[in-house]
């Protein structure tokens, strides 16, 4: 069992940044594939940002890209999300998700195993 806890939520206005951070326990994240993905209000959860299982490919959502940054600290067992130019479209409840097999980068939210519980991210205009 893979039990995850984000943090680093909060509200922030638009332009500003925030890292949030997903901290792993019961087994070492080290190689697994990682991935944040968001849900608004009203909308289904949608793909953020992936991390393959050695670190050396990430791939993000058009929306974020060139502003958000996926990365791991294996010494930690965390896994973050450097959000930067942050937008008020920007605003849902972000979650982090390990998947405990595989080599590639995953964008379904189906194809993870373990989920944290979220933080939530409210950017105001």
């Known amino acids: 069992q893979v039990q995850l806890v984000e943090s680093g939520g909060g509200l922030v206005q638009a332009g500003g940044s925030l890292r949030l951070s997903c901290a792993a326990s019961g087994r070492t994240i080290s190689n697994y594939p990682m991935g944040w993905f968001r849900q608004a209000p009203g909308k289904e959860r949608e793909f953020v940002a992936v991390l393959n299982w050695s670190g050396a490919e990430t791939d993000y959502a058009g929306s974020v890209k060139g502003r958000f940054t996926i990365s791991r600290d294996n010494a930690k067992n965390t896994v973050f999300l450097q959000m930067n130019s942050l937008k008020p479209e920007d605003t849902a409840a972000y979650y982090c998700?390990?998947?405990?097999?595989?080599?590639?980068?995953?964008?379904?939210?189906?194809?993870?195993?373990?989920w944290g519980q979220g933080t939530q991210v409210t950017v105001s205009p």
């Open positions: 998700a390990a998947r405990v097999t595989g080599r590639s980068v995953y964008y379904q939210a189906a194809e993870y195993d373990y």
